[in-house]
Structures are given as C-alpha cells and as structure tokens.
C-alpha cells in the first residue's frame, strides 16, 4: 500500500537538514544566536530504540548543542510535529523529556512542538499534583505556524522559515506571493541542487495551489517556473527514478501528469503511480484504502489514462472513468 503523506517525516527531514535555521525559527527563546559557535548534534536513534523500546517514536527529533565557548551549559532540544493539536499530550511529551534527560545525564531539557494547523486551544502548560501545592510543572515552546503572519517572513534569510510560508497565516489572495517567496528563498538560500529539488516538493505539497494558481503563478513568474522544470528535467538526465518533482512541475504547472522516466520498466510505472496519487490527493482529497489498491495495482496504460483523465474529471470516478 501506498505512503500517505507523513508530516513527521516531512519536518524531521527539515530539521535534520538544517538544524540551526530550525532552532532559530521554532525554538528562538532559546536558539544558538547567529555569532554563536556551538555545534548541534542529532541523538543517536539507535539509541534511543535500545532505550525506550516500542514506546520511543522515531520521528521525534532530539538535538544536541553544545556552546564551544562554554559560556551556556549544553541544552536538549526535543523538536516534535504536531498534526492536530487534539492528539497532543502533555502527558506523553514529559514523559519522554524525563526519559532523555535520564538518558543523557543532562536535566537542561527544551521541548519544542510545532502545531502545523490551528492550535488556538491548545494546553500551555502541565501541572502535576493537588490544588495546593504543585509538585511537577511542564512547559513547552509552541510554534504555532497557523498563527504567524507569513509577512513577517517572506524575506527572511532563515530557510526553514521561508520553506514553511506555506503553512503560516496566509490572507486570502495571497497564496501565488507566498509560493513565490517561498521558491525564491529556497533558491537563494540552498546552493545544492538536489535539495532544491527535494525541498520543492515540501514547499508544492504544503502550498496547495489549485491548478488554476499553479497557471497564474506560471504566468506571473515564467523564469521562476523555468527553473523548476529545470529540476525535473535534471532527475530525468541522472535517471532518478523519482517522479515527484517532474509530476508537480510538469503535470501541474503545463497540465499533464507525465511522471515517467528513463530506466527499469518497474521505476517507470512506480513513478507514474506515485505522481498520480499526490495529484488525485490534491484535487480530491485522501484516498480511500480501495482507490490506493486500485492505484497500485494498475498497469502503465491504465495510469496513463487516469492521469489523462485528471485534466477534465470533476469527480474521482471520473479519473476511474467508473460508470462509463
């Protein structure tokens, strides 16, 4: 069965990639400053699968940095991404706070969640024991990024911050500007041309732009959209067997879902199948166990002729061409 699309991963990847501009921009009360010289190392996953067992979730993301000057004490950041805010416990995250402060003999412990949709009600705050006298207080910082004002940071130099315009508070009428700022950091900010290319897929799955977005943004920006093909094109060349980039650049930006490059006949068809299911699950929304099977299961030809199909379909069974 097909990988939905995992938020998890998605952040833990950002952060991993680019641990200072991460702390800067969800953790700033307590971020290395810019002049700093501290070095930022991730915990040992293995690690803490040894440590916590079956209770340890991988995708949390534990940083270590440590000030070469020694002028602060080495601080644990705990980073952890947050769908829906009514998941969250407070709960859970003190108890894996004490456990990696057990872990790594260190009580200087940060926990950070950042809240990807609105989190207005959201707990601030635990308090462990009676009404009189608490024992055990729990706080955290919040990045609540439905709640920044996207202008506030479509110039900004940190590129975790202009990789997440898209996820900020964002006006009607604003969605083409704010996909605009957001490809121009990445390519300001990220030289290496293969993130480029892997971050231009965070920055298209979390814009959302409807094709009719995509074709203005195309219009508004030509040199811009250019460049984009240019990294399909450029996985096409090395013979990535990806298909991500191409179909949201190509299948959105000129309307076709081409998706399918040079190499193994299984590649070809992987691809295929991979940029049609994100393209259906923009226009229609999360599939069904029974529509991902369909997907998986299908031919080149029949993923052809959906992705086809996508152009004009109003419905998901018209991609499926069902009842006809």
């Known amino acids: 069965m097909a990988d939905r699309i995992s938020h998890d991963q998605n952040f833990k990847n950002l952060i991993l990639d680019y641990p200072r501009d ?167 900010l990220e030289p290496d041309r293969d993130k480029q290319a892997k971050y231009v897929d965070f920055i298209d799955i979390y814009a959302r732009l409807t094709d009719n977005q995509l074709q203005q943004w195309q219009q508004q920006y030509p040199e811009e959209s250019t460049t984009m093909t240019g990294f399909a094109q450029r996985y096409r060349d090395e013979g990535r067997v990806e298909g991500r980039v191409e179909g949201r650049v190509e299948g959105r930006v000129e309307g076709r879902v081409e998706g399918r490059v040079e190499g193994r006949v299984e590649g070809r068809v992987e691809g295929e199948r991979r940029v049609l299911e994100r393209q259906l699950q923009r226009r229609f929304g999360a599939l069904s166990a029974e529509d991902i099977e369909r997907l998986t299961e299908a031919s080149m030809e029949d993923l052809e002729t959906w992705a086809e199909n996508v152009l004009d379909a109003q419905t998901l069974d018209d991609v499926f061409d069902l009842g006809h």
């Not at 949390?60 to 940095?65: E, H, N, Y």
């Not at 989190?119 to 990024?145: E, F, M, Q």
């Not at 439905?146 to 508070?169: F, G, T």
Request: aromatic letters at 10%; one cysteine or more; glycine letters at 4%.
């Open 22 to 188: 991460a702390l800067s921009f969800f953790a700033a009360p307590e971020a290395p400053a810019p002049e700093d010289s501290v070095q930022i190392t991730p915990i040992r996953q293995e690690l803490l699968q040894e440590r916590f067992g079956a209770h340890y979730r991988e995708l949390d993301v534990p940083l270590k940095v440590e000030w070469q000057d020694g002028l602060r004490e080495t601080i644990l950041f705990i980073l952890e991404e947050e769908t829906d805010w009514h998941r969250f416990s407070l709960h859970r995250l003190g108890s894996y706070c004490f456990e990696l402060a057990e872990l790594c003999k260190s009580d200087c412990v940060v926990p950070v969640v950042i809240f990807l949709r609105e989190a207005d009600s959201v707990p601030a705050s635990l308090t462990l024991g009676p009404k009189h006298r608490p024992y055990v207080t729990l706080d955290y910082l919040a990045c609540k990024l439905k709640a920044i004002p996207y202008e506030h940071w479509q110039h900004s130099d940190n590129l975790v911050a202009r990789l997440n315009l898209p996820n900020m508070h964002i006006p009607a009428g604003h969605e083409i500007n704010v996909y605009h700022q957001a490809i121009q950091g990445l390519k300001k």
